[in-house]
């Protein structure tokens, strides 16, 4: 899972690059921050599922739920935030850089 999310982060750079080569700074900012809403909930939760996992009692299916919950309460907190606070939000390269974190685990499926 850790894999996963380095994945992403790797994903959100590249997106931040295109976007600052063709929207400008702006829109690559707009791109990293929101590829940062999908990866750190995510590292958050596979942090907490690894940690989870290596306890006596052994990972749950309700440590999963509840962790998938907080990573969604989180996602949709750290988005609304971007939105909020930074006021020269690129709102196409926000969402392109959140679909390009969000799906770059296909990357590792096409690997095998």
Known sequence: M???VSLQLIATVVAGVIAALLGGWSA???AVLGGLCCVVPNGIMA???FANA???GGASPAAFFIW???KIALTVALLFAVA???HDL???ALIGGFIVA???YIILLFRH
Do not use: D, Q, T
Request: proline content about 0%; charged content about 25%; glycine content about 0%.
């Open 84 to 86: 909020k606070l930074y």
């Open 90 to 92: 690129n709102w196409f």
């Open 68 to 70: 998938e919950f907080v």
């Open 102 to 104: 969000l799906k770059s």
């Open 54 to 56: 290596h306890r006596a």
């Open 28 to 30: 690559m900012f707009s």
């Open 2 to 4: 850790l894999r996963i």
């Open 47 to 49: 942090v907490r599922l």
